[in-house]
């Protein structure tokens, strides 16, 4: 079979390269003619999979190494009988770490604790609920907002959007994006809620640009408004607002999931569902393409948010992708080259980390930290 895939997705050769002819391109640019005789394509959000690309096709398997799937027609895929396959849940790891390193740096730089702030917590599916498992484990308390969810389960102690706004220190978002329907997220940060808004909130958007009108936080933040800003996602990529990235805290290229194991879990549920799709005899599972712990270090005092801060620091600065971000985001094609090029992230699983106090040993366990007992 002919294969073609995104350059900047792992293991494909290892993965898809023994039985068929895979070929690998920009994902930005691949095209109809690039598709016409392929069988199975295999993209990140980059690509958009509708009508435009895939008709006149030959493509009965689309396979996508992300989470979110705005960027594919489903609906289209469905009528035409081509199978398809995403990966939700496999950046979770990655992206609540990000968002907890991001968190404990604005703490040390600010001088609070989080454990004195509540966190809003809009969106609460793989990654929500794991962000909110990992704050609470480190004493920190969360509020939860899923509309959707709630209509489900109304056994959790849910709030609505607008006591977030109002009660919580912080607002983290992790969404998908939605434009129409009972339950929007398309611009759901809106003039409104940013007016309303008490002064020296910290935003933090991991999940879709659009979902916080970045015009319109430009706007409050010229005007005045004290508000600390984590951005990883931006409207318009691969273009970004110069003038609200100066006005970031952090700033970065979409790459919150970007963890060398969320990248290695995604393509590999990729391949598990093309073999079940075509037949084919699975021969690999993770622990063929898994990375091996790469730091050990010994902890011989109680963990709290300075000591974890410097153990996060130890795996994943998250300093470094702002400034790189920051160098690059004017020149031509800054965006998608740092991720393309971005260098491997590991995960906090990566560290070892060696303690002889046992309260330790559970709070990093929790947390997600490789722990042995001395």
């Not at 978002?173 to 809620?193: A, K, N, Q, S």
């Not at 037949?279 to 730091?295: E, K, M, Q």
């Not at 109680?302 to 400034?323: A, G, P, S």
Request: net charge neutral; aromatic share 10%; hydrophobic share 40%.
């Amino acid at each position: 079979m002919r294969i073609l895939a995104d350059k900047n997705i792992p293991h494909i050769f290892k993965l898809f390269g023994l039985h068929n002819t895979v070929t690998i391109c920009e994902g930005r640019g691949i095209s109809a003619k690039d598709v016409r005789d392929i069988d199975i394509l295999i993209v990140r959000s980059v690509t958009k999979v509708n009508k435009l690309l895939l008709d006149d096709s030959s493509v009965k398997f689309v396979g996508t190494a992300t989470a979110g799937v705005d960027h594919i027609d489903q609906n289209y895929l469905k009528k035409y009988g081509i199978n398809f396959v995403y990966a939700p849940g496999n950046n979770a790891v990655a992206v609540v770490e990000y968002v907890f390193s991001a968190l404990l740096w604005l703490a040390q730089r600010g001088r609070f604790f989080l454990r004195d702030k509540i966190v809003g917590i809009v969106g609460v599916g793989h990654i929500g609920s794991l962000l909110n498992e990992r704050l609470r484990n480190f004493g920190i308390h969360t509020l939860l907002c899923d509309p959707p969810l709630e209509k489900i389960n109304s056994s959790k102690p849910w709030k609505s959007f607008e006591t977030l706004v109002a009660e919580a220190d912080i607002l983290t978002f992790h969404t998908p994006l939605i434009y129409y329907g009972d339950y929007p997220t398309w611009h759901m940060v809106d003039i409104d809620v940013l007016e309303a808004l008490p002064s020296n909130r910290i935003l933090i958007n991991t999940c879709r640009g659009s979902v916080i009108d970045n015009n319109a936080l430009l706007k409050v933040l010229e005007n005045g408004k004290k508000l600390n800003v984590i951005l990883d996602v931006w409207e318009t990529e691969p273009e970004l607002s110069l003038p609200l990235l100066s006005y970031a805290d952090i700033g970065t290229p979409h790459i919150a999931g970007y963890s060398t194991e969320s990248k290695t879990r995604s393509i590999l549920q990729i391949y598990n569902a093309y073999c079940n799709f075509f037949n084919i005899f699975n021969v690999i599972n993770l622990s063929a393409l898994d990375s091996p712990v790469i730091y050990y270090l010994r902890v011989q005092k109680e963990i709290d948010e300075t000591l974890l801060h410097k153990l996060v620091k130890f795996v994943y600065n998250i300093q470094y992708d702002d400034v790189i971000l920051r160098r690059f985001a004017a020149k031509s094609g800054g965006f998608d080259k740092i991720r393309k090029h971005y260098l491997a992230r590991r995960e906090w699983s990566s560290l070892r980390v060696e303690t002889y106090i046992d309260s330790n040993n559970e709070i990093l366990t929790k947390l997600g930290f490789n722990v042995c007992c001395v």
